[in-house]
């Protein structure tokens, strides 16, 4: 059965799509069926980070209903497939979503911030990594807590993203499955516009992101 895992951050650029691209491809690496999904409709992210253009079929086509949902997944060159956004407003978004469930065992949801709109994704989700970033304090993670917990989506536990090894464990009431510290290589694999588990397998960065798919496969 299909595991449908939201990334999820109540507070803009804490490394989201970073953090699903990067997730979604080391359980790929894994042998895993896997689709990663940006779902935020307001931004071109993953179109940016993987540096794609000219997409003759993408999600906008599907939401109006010129084409099947399957013909939106790109197959990116590191073996990933996924669905990249375009701006485009979320009518018909599940409808179209559950045609998904059926080819992978991993859907990575890459999410918006606005809370109208990512109430209708997480509606899509049984499963949520919260995202915290050093800038935002610990009431963002307590509210996008209580918004899993009132939608019944099982919040798997928080990634402290740019946090330092040594930073506090005991922040929250729910786990911490792993601090992505911040690292050249990261920074070196988006000039190179691929995930840092692709463009650096031996970076300590990547075997963080190992280590987290390794939670979930």
């Known amino acids: 059965m299909v595991r449908s895992i939201a990334i999820v951050s109540l507070g803009e650029a804490t490394g989201k799509t970073t953090i ?13 069926r896997v689709l990663v999904f940006d779902a935020d409709f307001t931004k071109k992210n993953m179109l940016e980070h993987l540096d794609i253009h000219n997409m003759p ?17 790109y197959k990116h060159i590191t073996g990933l497939k996924i669905i990249p ?6 009518d018909k978004f599940s409808y ?32 949520a990594v919260i995202v915290h970033a050093p800038e935002y304090s610990s009431k963002a993670v307590s509210d996008a807590i209580d ?15 740019n946090f330092s090894e040594d930073s506090a464990n005991s922040m929250f009431d729910h786990p ?30 990547t075997k963080k992101f190992q280590r987290l798919a390794k939670r979930f496969g």
Do not use: C
């Not at 956004?85 to 979320?90: E, L």
């Open 176 to 205: 911490i499955l792993e601090k992505i510290q911040h690292h050249k290589d990261i920074g070196q694999s988006f000039k190179l516009k691929n995930p840092v588990v692709y463009t650096h397998p031996k970076s300590p960065v």
């Open 96 to 127: 179209h979503y559950q045609d998904l469930l059926a080819d992978y065992d991993y859907i990575i949801l890459d999410t918006p911030i606005q809370l109208q709109n990512l109430e209708l994704v997480l509606k899509n989700a049984s499963e």
């Open 20 to 32: 699903a691209l990067n997730l979604g491809l080391a359980l790929h690496q894994l042998g895993h």
């Open 85 to 90: 956004s375009i701006i485009h407003n979320y």
């Open 147 to 161: 918004l899993l917990t009132r939608l019944k989506v099982v919040p798997l536990g928080i990634v402290l993203n």
């Open 57 to 73: 079929v993408h999600i906008g086509h599907v939401l109006e209903g010129d084409t099947h949902i399957n013909d939106a997944v």
